[in-house]
């Protein structure tokens, strides 16, 4: 009898689990039904990566959160794509002690994102494996593709005999997508999450009021009013304490966006509360004054004298449009704070300053050989329009936070096509490569029209150095300055050369694989010819 049971009771578990089986499987054909976007032939790529963290090392290192921070005086974090483990962990920080208190979790990503053993994977195209997908995709949309995307690889693990999927990584990690290189591999699986799932999970364990707000950024960019306006909704409504958390992929660009603009959003609501606490005689406007200084104003670093006009920001569309527009130069100077803030030390307590990180990528562009330099080009016309935008985001906000957005920040700016058009010619007006000054180039050219040439090339090489220093005197010292003086002194030499000289060392180095257009290889050349 008790065998009968036994075997009835095991009957009964295997239907049930075939049932569920049956329901999950319905529930993923139902899910995939017309997938917005088809990601079954999509490469599968892990999130986090060697050297993913790039926070100075005198901050915290949370396990599984890499680029985890917090903006002091501002209850505003950031992260990369957290583990399901760092997730909890930031949770735990970011309610702070307190039971049932509401975090609100922005996802500034645009891409699909799935979690397979607790770690977060995204899709890849095949023919664009090292860059972001640009899916376009409402909020309520991606949700919808990161089930898709969960379901497929549901379905690839069924169909592996070893229950593992097919990933791909870089080989090593690259700022610039065209030095990176491709690997596949198999990834034996015991879980896979859609990212919805993960959040509520963490959100139970944590017996906190989480509220997920998607924002798709594409990546480097903020030409939409949109990414602002979402940001906009979902805080002007809540107390300025409420803790909020922005996360992308690498937790650097597209967080850092969305963390200055949650910053500008909460600057406006404290300063509003203060000034209403002034108005009801319960501080003096002196005290007003001396609070809203210490909180937003003051900087705990020492401003270099002699810093770069381009590294504070003055890009000449930057400087067009502080002038065509009333207010704009103030909204850049409370801007700029912020972005310090946010940005890496000594300045901030974050890994890439929005303002800083155009001329710090125009001094990669200008040292990277031809083939790599388009990918630093766009980056960076990306970059001063992404800047030109969030001066213009701060110069509304100002306008229109106090009050309470009553008008959106995308009507704001398509009110102002001249704003539009201004960021479009303006954005790629920059230097985009340098020359000796033309009365030194003639110098050097009246030393190498001498007969004797060659007896005073060490003088001649002198002064080609001293020349490339002063042309890039304004770059800080280190390998990007070297490379760039070793580049531009390599390209004045064969600008002054005689021209049958240059013939003939330009078709040897077009020849000789193993020749490269350096400038001691040319010195060589010079001599030898």
């Known amino acids: 009898s008790d065998k009968k049971d036994e075997n009835k009771d095991s009957e009964n578990a295997e239907d049930k689990e075939n049932e569920n089986d049956g329901q999950e499987e319905s529930e993923e054909d139902e899910a995939d039904e017309i997938p917005l976007i088809d990601l079954s032939g999509y490469f599968v790529k892990p ?52 039971e049932n208190g509401k975090v609100i979790w922005f996802n500034v990503r645009q891409e699909p994102v799935v979690y397979v053993n607790g770690a977060p994977y995204a899709p890849r195209a095949p023919l664009a494996p090292h860059a972001n997908m640009e899916t376009k995709l409402d909020p309520t949309e991606l949700n919808s593709v990161c089930a898709h995307f969960a379901n497929v690889l549901k379905r690839q693990l069924k169909n592996s005999a070893d229950k593992s999927i097919k990933i791909h990584k870089d080989k090593n990690y690259a700022e610039n997508p065209m030095e990176r290189v491709d690997l596949e591999e198999n990834l ?147 801007l700029d704070l912020i972005l310090d803030k946010c940005g890496s030390p000594p300045k901030g307590a974050g890994v890439q300053n929005l303002r800083e990180c155009i001329i710090e990528t125009k001094w990669k562009y200008d040292v990277a050989s031809e083939d790599k330099q388009m990918a630093y080009k766009m980056m960076i016309i990306n970059f001063i329009e992404r800047y030109f935008f969030l001066i213009c985001f701060a110069k509304y906000a100002f306008e229109f936070g106090p009050s309470g957005y009553q008008k959106t920040f995308d009507s704001w700016i398509k009110d102002s096509p001249d704003l539009i058009q201004m960021a479009t010619e303006g954005k790629d007006k920059l230097e985009w490569s340098r020359t000796v000054d033309a009365s030194k180039l003639e110098q050097l050219k009246e030393m ?32 990007i300055k070297n490379n760039s003086m070793k580049k531009l002194a390599a390209t004045t030499l064969m600008e002054i050369l005689p021209q049958d000289l240059a013939d003939k060392i330009t078709k040897k180095i077009d020849e000789d694989p193993n020749c490269t257009h350096d400038f001691l290889t040319i010195v060589g050349m010079v001599s030898y010819f």
């Open 47 to 98: 999130d986090q990566f060697e050297g993913i963290h790039i926070l100075d090392q005198k901050f915290e290192k949370v396990a599984g959160a890499p680029n985890f921070r917090q903006i002091p005086g501002f209850p505003i974090f950031g992260t990369a794509q957290p583990t399901e483990a760092g997730m909890l962990e930031i949770l735990k920080r970011a309610k702070n002690n307190k």
């Open 188 to 334: 034996k699986v015991e879980s896979i999450k859609d990212v919805v799932s993960v959040f509520k999970e963490c959100a139970e364990q944590n017996n906190i009021n989480l509220e997920v707000v998607n924002v798709p950024v594409v990546e480097d960019q903020a030409s939409s009013g949109l990414i602002f306006d979402n940001i906009i909704h979902a805080l002007k409504n809540e107390p300025a304490s409420t803790p909020c958390v922005f996360s992308c992929q690498m937790g650097r660009g597209r967080t850092t966006l969305g963390i200055v603009v949650a910053c500008l959003v909460k600057e406006i609501q404290i300063t509003e509360e203060l000034k209403q606490m002034s108005d009801m005689n319960l501080v003096s406007s002196q005290t007003l004054k001396d609070l809203l200084y210490e909180k937003f104003e003051r900087t705990t670093y020492e401003p270099l004298e002699d810093e770069d006009p381009l590294c504070k920001g003055e890009f000449e569309v930057i400087k067009q449009l502080c002038e065509a527009l009333l207010g704009a130069g103030e909204a850049k100077r409370k």
């Open 448 to 479: 190498m029209a001498d007969p004797n040439y060659k007896e005073n090339l060490s003088a001649l090489i002198r002064t080609i150095y001293d020349f490339a220093y002063v042309t890039y005197a304004d770059l800080p010292r280190g390998q």
